[in-house]
T-cell receptor, first 114, second 115 residues
Framework: GESVGLHLPTLSVQEGDNSIINCAYSNSASDYFIWYKQESGKGPQFIIDIRSNMDKRQGQRVTVLLNKTVKHLSLQIAATQPGDSAVYFCAEKSITSGTYKYIFGTGTRLKVLA | DTEVTQTPKHLVMGMTNKKSLKCEQHMGHRAMYWYKQKAKKPPELMFVYSYEKLSINESVPSRFSPECPNSSLLNLHLHALQPEDSALYLC??????????????FGPGTRLTVT
């Protein structure tokens, strides 16, 4: 099930089930998005990206879906494993002063139950 | 290779100390970033260097001073920090060329504690 903690929403799934992590973004003109996985005490790890000219992109066990109409992004993880337990962030590219930067979502903690 | 390295891994400093964080990448990336991350929060952008020039400063206090000696290195000089500056400091890099690749890669971070 999904619950909202004090600062970080948490999604708990059974090992072997599929996980869906959602993200809403703010700028309808954003044209590029990244999903990151961050394990405790480590830096964010690049998982998968998608450009706005695509609706879907698949990687190894992961799929990102982009719905530009409602400014929504989702990360699907197939056959979730204990090693998938982490905090997941989406990030949208933004341009300021001719340089691009990334605006991060609040993050979702994924807990995989054995 | 998508490796960004950061040193030190951990740093404890007093409020009167001066210290530096270091970041290095050898991917030929021309944009480098400093972020600050507090527990249970997303990374918060501090600075962006593009082609060795400071292009974004997100209103960071002057006690944090970035430096980009060359296209592979990024430093963050720290002076007279406050306990609330304790956080995980992350470095990241990306190609910096519009339209080619926007992938951004992070280093493992420096865990900073200010006493």
């Amino acid at each position: 099930g999904e619950s909202v903690g004090l600062h970080l929403p948490t999604l708990s799934v059974q090992e072997g089930d599929n996980s869906i992590i959602n993200c809403a973004y703010s700028n309808s003109a954003s044209d590029y998005f990244i999903w990151y996985k961050q394990e405790s005490g480590k830096g964010p790890q690049f998982i998968i990206d998608i450009r706005s000219n695509m609706d879907k992109r698949q990687g190894q066990r992961v799929t990102v879906l982009l719905n530009k109409t409602v400014k929504h992004l989702s990360l699907q993880i197939a056959a979730t494993q204990p090693g998938d337990s982490a905090v997941y962030f989406c990030a949208e590219k933004s341009i300021t002063s001719g340089t691009y930067k990334y605006i991060f979502g609040t993050g979702t903690r994924l807990k995989v139950l054995a | 290779d998508t490796e960004v390295t950061q040193t030190p891994k951990h740093l404890v400093m007093g409020m009167t100390n001066k210290k530096s964080l270091k970041c290095e990448q050898h991917m030929g990336h021309r944009a480098m970033y400093w972020y600050k991350q507090k527990a249970k929060k997303p990374p918060e952008l501090m600075f962006v260097y593009s082609y060795e020039k400071l292009s974004i400063n997100e209103s960071v206090p002057s006690r944090f001073s970035p430096e980009c000696p060359n296209s592979s290195l990024l430093n963050l000089h720290l002076h007279a920090l406050q306990p609330e500056d304790s956080a995980l400091y992350l470095c990241a890099s990306s190609q910096g060329l519009v339209g080619i690749s926007y992938e951004q890669y992070f280093g493992p971070g420096t865990r900073l504690t200010v006493t």
